[in-house]
């Protein structure tokens, strides 16, 4: 009952936080002070919200590099295809949690240019980078696709490591687990790919 009761006060305050702020683009948002207090009772922190923030767009191009290995066109080998299949299939819910999240607490989906640079996140490809690679095919595609996934689950991987430090939210922490575990398994069967085994 009491749990009942702090969810309906916490439901209740992002309601009336979020239509007493509207923001610049015609939408509402909330206050600082009052998101402040909502993650304050929810157990949520800043590195909790940045890595929601910044794991989205890094899942995001995951999923696309993933789509570039399922296009035909791109001719990838039965082993790229199977991992494309389960990087989109497991990251893709990941980022409707982590969205789910940040609308709960009333932050805003992506972090402050200001404070983050998108482009040098840990693992992120370049514009260039993701356009050479949609030009490969055959072989040449699966060996540049498994190594810039290597170098894109390995920067996931630091950010997970961070948060797992950093972070309160005991959900977080569990999906960043989650990203842990699951990414290096991948790693290390890409590695083996490479390898030729």
Same mark, same amino acid.
């Given at each position: 009952?009491?749990?009942?009761?702090? !969810?309906?006060?916490?439901?209740?305050?992002?309601?009336?936080?979020?239509?007493?702020?509207?923001?610049?683009?015609?939408?509402?948002?909330?206050?600082?002070?009052?998101?402040?207090?909502?993650?304050?009772?929810?157990?949520?922190?800043?590195?909790?919200?940045?890595?929601?923030?910044?794991?989205?767009?890094?899942?995001?191009?995951? @999923?696309?590099?993933?789509?570039?290995?399922?296009?035909?066109?791109?001719?990838?080998?039965?082993?790229?295809?199977?991992?494309?299949?389960? @990087?989109?299939?497991?990251?893709?819910?990941?980022?409707?949690?982590?969205?789910?999240?940040?609308?709960?607490?009333?932050?805003?989906?992506?972090?402050?240019? !200001?404070?983050?640079?998108?482009?040098?996140? $840990?693992?992120?490809?370049?514009?260039?980078?993701?356009?050479?690679?949609? $030009?490969?095919?055959?072989?040449?595609?699966?060996?540049?696709?498994?190594?810039?996934? @290597?170098?894109?689950?390995?920067? !996931? @991987?630091?950010?997970?490591?961070?948060?797992? +430090?950093?972070? +309160?939210?005991?959900?977080?922490?569990?999906?960043?687990?989650?990203?842990?575990?699951?990414? $290096?398994?991948?790693?290390? $069967?890409?590695?083996?790919?490479?390898?030729?085994?």
């Amino acid at each position: 009952m009491i749990r009942r009761y702090v !969810a309906a006060a916490i439901l209740s305050c992002l309601a009336l936080a979020s239509s007493a702020c509207g923001d610049d683009h015609g939408g509402h948002a909330m206050a600082p002070a009052a998101t402040n207090a909502v993650m304050k009772q929810l157990g949520v922190n800043g590195a909790d919200v940045t890595f929601a923030q910044m794991m989205i767009p890094h899942h995001e191009q995951a @999923i696309e590099m993933a789509e570039l290995a399922l296009d035909p066109k791109a001719g990838a080998g039965a082993e790229v295809r199977a991992l494309a299949t389960a @990087i989109r299939g497991a990251q893709d819910p990941e980022i409707t949690t982590m969205k789910g999240w940040l609308s709960s607490w009333g932050a805003p989906l992506a972090p402050d240019p !200001a404070k983050h640079d998108m482009s040098k996140m $840990q693992g992120m490809m370049s514009a260039d980078e993701m356009r050479a690679l949609g $030009q490969q095919t055959g072989a040449a595609f699966d060996k540049r696709w498994l190594e810039m996934m @290597i170098r894109h689950h390995e920067g !996931a @991987i630091v950010m997970a490591k961070d948060v797992t +430090s950093g972070g +309160s939210f005991a959900s977080v922490k569990t999906l960043a687990g989650q990203v842990i575990a699951g990414q $290096q398994a991948e790693i290390d $069967q890409m590695r083996r790919l490479l390898a030729g085994g």
